[in-house]
């Protein structure tokens, strides 16, 4: 007996649609909500246990996991977001210049860095800390939130170096009062370390290295000690230092090994998957035309890590070798040079 066939069809079945990259990859709701610079993964799951984050019209629960197409809305508000594959989040070095405002929006109209930034496609570009209005030099930006909240964070103390310049030189008490700690008006707080960075005249410059990143501690350090500080200019920030040749109002991106170091040091796991190379930063609004080749700085290859190990950035002297009128750039954190934009 032989055995019946279905009958075929004359026309083939249709092709299920082919999913995108990403698509039924699922990430827990309070990492999204960290990643995107609303909060710490903590304070997120505070909120959702508040009641304050839905997905997809329902109150969300600590623990749940979103994918692409969920709906989040955080006190009612909805929340742009798409999954990311596993990678490196980009870092950009950035040369504030003084006169500059670390805020996206401000009532007085006055310059701010975002202003200087590359567009991101997705996402948007998070402050790693504040430099205040007459302070100038490396402010580090990432697109990241967990990154940038660890990096902020007091818990991984990442070391801050700032180039300090006073009128009038310490004393021998001063300096032990800096070393060893003042009373400022929001608690004790104190320098880890004070060198000397030469200067002429009456003004004096100093290599200072901190811990934290309370609201203008270098400038309430020293005034609680006699000191007015008339320049401050950051030029380090955990491994990355200001790199060499980086002009004011310009900005580079880190190279993925530089990256690398610094999540570790905030003590966050690298992607399981490689990351792609970088590609080179840009310098700010006004710059000349992009070279056909854009060769390194002077002393690009040496690496953040090796300087910040040797604890000889050379910034602080080299940034009073003219009295501040310029600052010198210290050893470089990246090691490609800024891409320049071109005028338009």
Known sequence: MTASRPPVSATPPARRPRASAGADVSVKLHKVLAQLGLGSRADMEQAIAAGRVTVNGQPAHVGQRVAAGDVIKVDGRPVRWQPQPTRLPRVLAYHKPAGEVVTLDDPQNRPT????????????WMAVGRLDLNTEGLLLFTDSGELANRLMHP???????????????????????????????????????LEEAGGSGANRWYRVTLAEGRNREVRRLFEAVGHVVSRLI???????????GLRRGAWVELEPAAVLELMAQAGMAPPQRPAAPRRRGAAGRGAGPRPSRPRPPAGATRTAASAAASGKSGAAKEAVAKDGRRAAAPAAAATVAPRKRRKG
């Open 113 to 124: 860095v975002f202003g200087r930034l590359p567009r991101l496609r997705s996402g948007k």
């Open 155 to 193: 818990r991984f103390g990442l070391q801050r170096e700032y180039a300090v310049r006073v009128l009038g030189p310490l004393a021998a008490e001063e300096r032990q009062r800096l070393l060893e700690g003042v009373t400022l008006e929001d608690g004790p707080a104190r320098v880890l370390a």
């Open 234 to 244: 950051r030029v380090r920030y955990g491994t990355v230092l200001l790199p060499r």
